[in-house]
């Protein structure tokens, strides 16, 4: 098994960017989910409320991230390395963080969603916590929902599009890792797996929600798959695609992952 493409999503939600290699981090893959929108209300912004957001894409160059909106044209900037306003307390779900604002870009994207909008960013050094009975958990990962890597299967794919009328891309997933897999799910059964020098821990079957059928060329929610995943990969009260991975990285050495590396699973 191969690794067939890569991808990070720079900020929560929004388009993300195919690379050839990737840089890793203790929190997963450089600049993936560094930075999240933040409504009126402080609350952090998705697809699942906010369809609309799959219209803007992201790319990086020359030290900067880049914003363009696929139907207005419009675009706006800010360096990687800006300068970050006041920190500010936010929340991905119940996992409570520290953000710090961005101060030049909120304008751009309030008249894009017509509502004042916020984008924030989490410095890797942060950490985000949960309350739990036996006390605080912390969470090392960046603005992802669970975990720092999720990898999909193209057999898996292959397949759901098999039980499909009108075939989907994988991008509807949002995968950091996509892999050329010669059996459906067959990801569902490993512990770890090995890609170059670096351990990667599954985590868990990612549960899936109706993120997955915003078409991305329009910014509409459409009926699938998750309707057609829901008659097959219901596990428990989720519906399931694709694993949600950890991985083992010394911060000092941040090792590269790229396409066409072999995944070892152990």
């Not at 939600?13 to 981090?25: D, H, M, N, V």
């Not at 909120?106 to 036996?134: A, M, Y």
């Not at 670096?198 to 078409?215: Q, Y």
């Amino acid at each position: 098994m191969k690794i067939s493409e890569l991808h990070i999503y720079p900020v929560k939600s929004l388009g993300g960017i195919s690379l050839q290699e990737a840089r890793l981090t203790s929190k997963g893959l450089m600049y993936d989910r560094n930075w999240m929108l933040l409504d009126e209300n402080g609350v952090f912004m998705t697809q699942r409320k906010f369809p609309k957001m799959a219209l803007i894409q992201t790319k990086i160059e020359n030290g900067d991230l880049i914003f363009s909106h696929k139907k207005t044209g419009s675009s706006a900037s800010i360096p990687i390395l800006t300068k970050y306003g006041v920190t500010l307390r936010s929340k991905v779900w119940s996992n409570s963080c520290e953000v710090q604002k961005v101060d030049s870009i909120g304008e751009w994207f309030s008249e894009i969603f017509g509502f004042r909008c916020t984008l924030v960013f989490f410095p890797e050094k942060n950490i985000r916590t949960k309350e739990t009975e036996n006390g605080i958990v912390q969470n090392l990962t960046s603005l992802s929902d669970k975990s720092p890597v999720l990898i999909t299967n193209t057999a898996s794919l292959e397949e759901l599009n098999g039980r499909l009328e009108n075939k989907i891309p994988m991008n509807r997933f949002r995968s950091n890792i996509i892999f050329t897999g010669e059996k459906a799910y067959e990801e569902d059964n490993w512990k770890s797996v090995k890609i170059g020098e670096t351990e990667f821990k599954t985590v868990e079957i990612c549960g899936r929600c109706k993120l997955i059928n915003v078409d991305h060329l329009t910014g509409e929610p459409t009926g699938q798959p998750l309707e057609t995943l829901s008659t097959y990969r219901k596990m428990g009260r989720e519906i399931k695609f694709g694993m949600r991975m950890s991985c083992e990285v010394n911060i000092d050495v941040q090792p590269i992952i790229k396409i066409g590396d072999e995944i070892k699973v152990f």
